[in-house]
């Protein structure tokens, strides 16, 4: 066991976490099957929510993170399945999501067969984090018109009241959230003095963690944008379930203003977060296929009068709580990573891509990072955690902030010396300070309507040269090939079309393959200009013309 690195990660923790890991492990819940309280009236309408993609293929076929499994051949429980498929297999999504209603007779078997096949209390149905999705899910798929059993609702008490024991106090972050967000669901569906203790608990928790876990500018503090469109739809949700089913004199009503106005911040923040296409950009954990497109978010806020700000056509929009900037000039817009890699005590969703960028032109995105495609903790995980992974600069084989396993981080990069105007933005970060010579990252973007220029410096604390070679690594989006059009020059075509051209004006440069990851799961093969910095600097212009048929 390195146990440097353990201490470098663990140093960080909160004592709530260790507290609640020792009682997490310790505790013995007890089982409460009671028949469920009665349920409340609603005082309010209710508004379709946010559609995710369907994932059931049949009426015992699922499609998790790009695998399909038949769940007569591998149950609920396979120990031979990934525990976060396994985990989807019992979040119920599909009730809610894309042309649901034809599929209608499918849900109610598989409910049947879930209650029939995960006894109270035991296996993956039961662990806090998919069980609290769950009473989510079944409760937005009852308050949508689904009229539910008896057995259902005696179940979905049963479930809540066994939350109430296995709160998530040793992860904090979106699961401690989401285990929130299922109280308020079960305190305000059921009515009476159990449901209200439900309630009460999950606002308690909602009052300290909203501060907490969206920042001033609307971004989610673990700063993925895929957790974020996740966290703006439990915002959305909240604020739909407060509405519809709280009446005036409840506590929850009181909440309101706060969920409403942290929605419009965050939609804003999403705005300027998402490709002129569609996808979102990938920095940390990002893939697309597991939140709510943006489209479907955006209708959603709409349903319910949450507005936000426009995102800037042309100049900057600094998001400076979070730590990334978005620079727009004439048909590109370019996405900058300044921000530190995560909350100290949560750096789970964390990639070694500080510096890194993302860019699109013409509304064709064109330099992305590498994104996810798996968790756990194999090598690819390692591989797409990684800084070669990202539009960064890696020095040697060393990952700018220290990944590890699936969700660790020991060392971290911190981003210094940052400013942002409409046409540059420059940053820092000392993820490679505790080598010998101390060496600092530095990156200049300069902008204008028909080009970036990006310049790289590394250079340690002393003149001489840096003991391992450093390289600036520029991802294409899939589809996208480089081709030689002389000395340090590429063109970036695709489909016999030049979209940019890309120079490089100090460095030397070659093309490496790379696969990348559009969804958990799916692959594409892309390709990488590779730049090696010369004597610790490196620039880069790339160039499109005013038009795309140019």
């Given at each position: ?100 209603a034809a599929r209608s007779a499918w849900h109610q ?257 064109l330099l992305v990072n590498r994104g996810t495609s ?177």
């Amino acid at each position: 066991m390195n146990l440097g690195r353990l201490w470098r990660t663990v140093r960080w923790l909160k004592v709530r976490q260790i507290a609640g890991r020792l009682r997490f492990r310790l505790q013995r819940p007890r089982l409460d099957l009671r028949p469920a309280p009665g349920r409340r009236r609603p005082s309010g309408p209710w508004h379709h929510p946010a559609e995710r993609e369907a994932s059931l293929t049949g009426p015992a076929g699922m499609r998790f993170l790009g695998v399909e499994q038949d769940l007569a051949v591998i149950g609920w429980d396979a120990p031979d399945v990934p525990l976060l498929w396994r985990y989807n297999q019992h979040y119920f999504d599909d009730l809610n999501a894309s042309d649901a209603a034809a599929r209608s007779a499918w849900h109610q078997a598989l409910v049947q067969r879930w209650l029939a096949d995960n006894p109270p209390g035991r296996g993956t149905a039961w662990a806090p984090y998919p069980l609290s999705l769950r009473v989510v899910n079944w409760i937005k798929w009852f308050l949508g018109g689904q009229t539910p059993q008896a057995t259902w609702l005696d179940s979905l008490a049963a479930q809540a009241r066994w939350l109430t024991q296995r709160l998530e106090w040793h992860l904090l972050g979106n699961h401690l959230f989401i285990n929130a967000k299922a109280l308020v669901f079960a305190g305000l569906y059921f009515q009476g003095e159990e449901a209200d203790t439900w309630l009460a608990k999950g606002l308690a928790i909602l009052q300290q963690e909203l501060p907490e876990q969206f920042l001033p500018d609307g971004g989610q503090f673990e700063r993925s944008p895929m957790y974020h469109a996740l966290g703006l739809e439990d915002l959305l949700d909240l604020v739909q379930v407060v509405e519809h089913l709280a009446p005036a004199a409840s506590p929850a009503r009181a909440l309101l203003p706060d969920l409403r106005a942290r929605a419009s911040r965050a939609l804003h923040w999403l705005r300027c977060m998402v490709h002129p296409a569609g996808a979102l950009v990938r920095f940390n954990d990002s893939a697309d296929g597991i939140a709510p497109s943006t489209a479907e978010l955006e209708r959603y806020a709409q349903a319910l009068g949450i507005a936000a700000d426009p995102v800037p056509a042309q100049g900057a929009a600094h998001l400076r709580d979070t730590g990334y900037a978005r620079l727009s000039q004439g048909p590109a817009v370019a996405f900058l990573d300044l921000a530190r890699v995560g909350p100290d005590y949560l750096p789970g969703h964390a990639h070694a891509d500080t510096l890194s960028f993302e860019l699109s032109v013409h509304g064709q995105a064109l330099l992305v990072n590498r994104g996810t495609s798996v968790y756990g903790t194999g090598t690819r995980r390692l591989l797409e955690r990684g800084t070669a992974a990202h539009n960064t600069v890696q020095l040697g084989e060393w990952n700018s902030s220290e990944v590890w396993s699936g969700f660790r981080v020991g060392r971290r990069a911190r981003p210094r010396d940052v400013s942002v105007s409409d046409t540059e933005a420059r940053g820092a970060h000392d993820g490679y300070s505790h080598l010998r010579q101390r060496p600092m990252h530095r990156r200049h973007w300069q902008m204008d309507a028909a080009s970036l220029r990006v310049d790289d410096e590394l250079l340690g604390s002393s003149s001489q040269p840096l003991a391992e070679p450093a390289t600036a690594r520029f991802h294409l989006h899939p589809g996208l090939a480089l081709v030689p059009a002389g000395p340090g020059r590429w063109h970036v075509v695709a489909d016999n079309r030049t979209l940019a051209t890309a120079e490089v004006l100090l460095g030397t440069a070659h093309v490496e393959p790379w696969d990348q990851a559009r969804r958990f799961g799916q692959l594409q093969a892309a390709q990488t200009l590779a730049v090696t910095l010369d004597q610790g600097r490196s620039a880069v212009r790339w160039h499109w013309p005013a038009s795309p048929d140019a």
